[in-house]
């Protein structure tokens, strides 16, 4: 008789979801022999804020997770950075006030609070990966991004240790990696460069990384989601808390 494989529940955004340019980082973990007791489910959906995620978590409850993975956190930073982001999310996304810091810990404080008080599950916070690839620019869009990423990454570091989750570490790995290998800064948020590589992926099935050898990433197809350098990053990052 089989033993009934326990399920891991991974809740974010487009980078969790691993469609179009965003390396799929739980097929990555899917693959892995060693991950054939559990079966993982996605909750990623592109866009969303860590307000929509928090709006989702009765679908994470009802799968009766044994882990969960929150991986959310970027668009918060976006939203702050640029005014064009900012102003695309608050109507895509129905959002009820301005993103900041403090409303950003809000939500995730009472994703992980729900999560402990609604589950039995294990509940593993991530710090957020770099956006762009320029970790000591000059250019300011890049150096507020940094700043902002690094912030964040903070408030989930204090959140998990407040509530008693895991903090899973992606912020250093991938920032680590980019420190030895920097590459190029990302200046600006426009989107016809991510329909633009939406479409070379989704419809003339190109792979997330020759479209990020194309526009000249190292880590990142376009800048913000990862290709299979930094992907694999991630999946390591995750299997250590899947593993424990």
């Known amino acids: 008789m089989s033993l009934e494989r326990k399920i891991v529940a991974c809740l974010g955004s487009s980078s969790t979801a691993g469609k179009g340019q965003a390396f799929d980082w739980i097929a990555e973990l899917r693959r892995r022999p060693r991950n054939g ?28 997770p044994h882990k969960v993975v929150v991986w ?18 608050a109507l895509s996304k ?7 810091p403090d409303w950003y810990r809000e939500n995730l404080v009472e994703i992980a609070r729900r999560l402990k008080r609604e589950t039995e599950a294990e509940v593993g916070l991530c710090s957020l990966c770099p956006i762009g690839e320029a970790l000591d620019s000059d250019d300011p869009f890049q150096s507020e991004l940094n700043r902002r990423v690094e912030e964040y990454s903070g408030i989930v570091a204090s959140v998990a240790d407040e509530e008693r989750c895991v903090y899973i570490s992606l912020y ?66 995750i299997q250590k808390f899947i593993d424990a």
């Open 37 to 64: 007791r559990f079966e993982f489910r996605n909750f990623g959906v592109g866009g969303d804020l860590a307000y929509n995620a928090l709006q989702r978590l009765p679908d994470v409850v009802a799968c009766r």
């Open 72 to 89: 959310v956190g970027g668009n918060d930073v976006l939203a702050v950075v640029s005014s064009k982001a900012r102003r695309f999310f």
């Open 94 to 100: 129905r959002l009820p006030c301005s993103p900041s």
């Open 172 to 237: 250093e790995a991938i920032a680590e990696a980019v420190h030895a290998s920097p590459g190029r800064a990302f200046t600006a948020f426009r989107f016809l460069p991510f329909y633009r590589d939406a479409f070379r992926v989704l419809v003339m099935r190109q792979s997330p990384d020759e479209v990020a050898r194309r526009n000249g990433w190292l880590f990142h197809t376009d800048g913000v989601h990862l290709n299979s350098r930094a992907g694999r990053i991630v999946a390591d990052c």
